[in-house]
């Protein structure tokens, strides 16, 4: 039992999260095992939140702007190395500090998850939506053409200018 604890603990300290030792053996070194068992599944579980946090925005749960970045790099070279088009969408809210001023940035915040959630509903599958920073956000559109790029951003500027945001602080227009 202590060989394979050994063996395990070195596969740990390697970046196997997923090593587990059959409980077997006298009680002390049993209770051993249980506890690094125990203690593998907490460090694969708390890496696993950490890679996501360092992929999404907290607030918006698209992704942050660090990865989109990475994303978008392997499109791009992805997109030359298939002499395909890609395109990127830039959206800025129009008067957001306005809403934080007169309605507070808990509103605020409601407005840009509600922004989000229209990203990711009215955009393809396949096309890359991340919070740029603040009330800004962007869109990598694989395999699309300038005017292709144009009628996505109008139909999705003209579904927010529609949209009703409802937040504690009512129905904002």
């Given at each position: 039992p202590l060989s394979c604890l050994l063996s395990?603990?070195?596969a740990v300290q390697k970046g196997n999260l997923n090593v587990r030792i059959q409980e077997k053996g006298i009680k002390e070194v049993k209770e051993l095992i249980v506890h690094f068992n125990k203690m593998a599944e907490e460090l694969k579980n708390k890496t696993s939140l950490l890679e996501k946090l360092?992929?999404?925005d907290t607030l918006t749960t698209l992704f942050n702007r660090r990865y989109f970045f990475e994303l978008a790099q392997r499109e791009h070279e992805r997109a030359?190395?298939?002499?395909?088009?890609?395109?990127?969408?830039?959206?800025?809210?129009d008067n957001f500090k306005h809403i934080n001023d007169i309605y507070?940035?808990?509103?605020?915040?409601?407005v840009l998850r509600q922004i989000?959630?229209?990203?990711?509903?009215?955009?393809?599958?396949?096309?890359?939506?991340g919070r740029y920073v603040g009330e800004e956000f962007i869109i990598l559109c694989p395999n699309t053409s300038l005017e292709q790029a144009q009628?996505?951003?109008?139909?999705?500027?003209k579904?927010?200018?529609?949209?009703p945001f409802k937040t504690q602080a009512g129905c904002l227009y």
């Open positions: 395990a603990t070195r360092a992929r999404e030359l190395r298939e002499n395909k088009p890609y395109a990127i969408i830039m959206i800025d809210i507070g940035h808990l509103v605020g915040d409601e989000a959630r229209i990203l990711k509903t009215y955009t393809r599958k396949y096309d890359i939506v009628n996505i951003a109008e139909r999705i500027r579904i927010i200018e529609k949209t």
